[in-house]
């Protein structure tokens, strides 16, 4: 098993920046796909960006350009990066991996975090 624990949600204005992290625990190896799915108020969930094993990044296309994805594999930690933060990204963000590909397909995931609330006001 793999246990996911994120952090570094909270309430922005417009514009703003956030850092997320997740920290991974238990049982990593192998470990293929990284990503951050996201889930509005009254939306379905949506992968946001994704991180493969081979360093292989992938961003939805409202995200591209403002959110950036990394990973430190020392720390086991999974970073979200979100600058120029709109209302449009209001929302719990979950961190999940899995150990075969997933990329942006939130139901491909396997472990999933707990989540960390991001509010962004105008």
């Known amino acids: 098993e793999v246990q996911l624990v994120e952090s570094g949600g909270g309430s922005v204005q417009e514009g703003g920046s956030l850092r997320l992290s997740c920290v991974a625990s238990?049982?990593?190896?192998?470990?293929?796909?990284m990503g951050w799915v996201r889930q509005g108020p009254g939306k379905e969930r949506e992968g946001v960006a994704s991180?493969?094993?081979?360093?292989?990044?992938r961003y939805v296309a409202s995200v591209e350009g403002r959110f950036t994805i990394s990973k430190d594999n020392a720390k086991n930690t999974l970073y979200l990066q979100m600058n120029s933060l709109n209302v449009e990204d209001t929302a719990m963000y979950y961190c999940a991996v899995d150990r075969t590909y997933a990329g942006p397909d939130p139901a491909l995931y396997a472990y999933w975090g707990q989540g960390t609330q991001v509010t962004v006001s105008s």
């Open positions: 238990g049982h990593t190896a192998n470990i293929w796909s």
């Open positions: 991180i493969d094993n081979d360093g292989t990044t």
